[in-house]
């Protein structure tokens, strides 16, 4: 079974960090592309990052580009998500997925995470 678990969420004001993980377990995931998504109440699913599980390869939204930063560690199993410099308008559910496809698109990954709450005062 496959199951990917993100933790890491929780309260932050704004201008501080977060680090958020995604552990992966049930298959290998060596030739999955890695991302993170976020959901907004109200909003639609939108792409936050991404990695290419060997390779290191990564692509980020321009909303976050600079300010986060998404890392693998192989041996783990795990995908993090470096967070600095938090927005209130990166309030948000974060969900880690899990895809053959390179991609910034929700609809190519296969598996997904529950999602964790990431909260940003102002």
């Known amino acids: 079974q496959v199951q990917l678990v993100e933790s890491g969420g929780g309260l932050v004001q704004a201008g501080g960090s977060l680090r958020l993980s995604c552990a992966a377990s049930?298959?290998?995931?060596?030739?999955?592309?890695m991302g993170w998504f976020r959901q907004a109440p109200g909003k639609e699913r939108e792409f936050v990052a991404v990695?290419?599980?060997?390779?290191?390869?990564?692509t980020y939204a321009s909303s976050v580009k600079g300010r986060f930063t998404i890392s693998r560690d192989n041996a783990k199993n795990t995908v993090n998500l470096q967070m600095n410099s938090l927005k209130p308008e990166d309030t948000a559910v974060y969900y880690c997925a899990g895809g053959l496809r390179y991609s910034t698109y929700a609809v190519d990954y296969e598996y997904w995470g529950q999602g964790t709450q990431v909260s940003v005062s102002s």
């Open positions: 990695i290419r599980w060997s390779g290191g390869i990564t």
């Open positions: 049930g298959r290998t995931f060596s030739n999955y592309a």
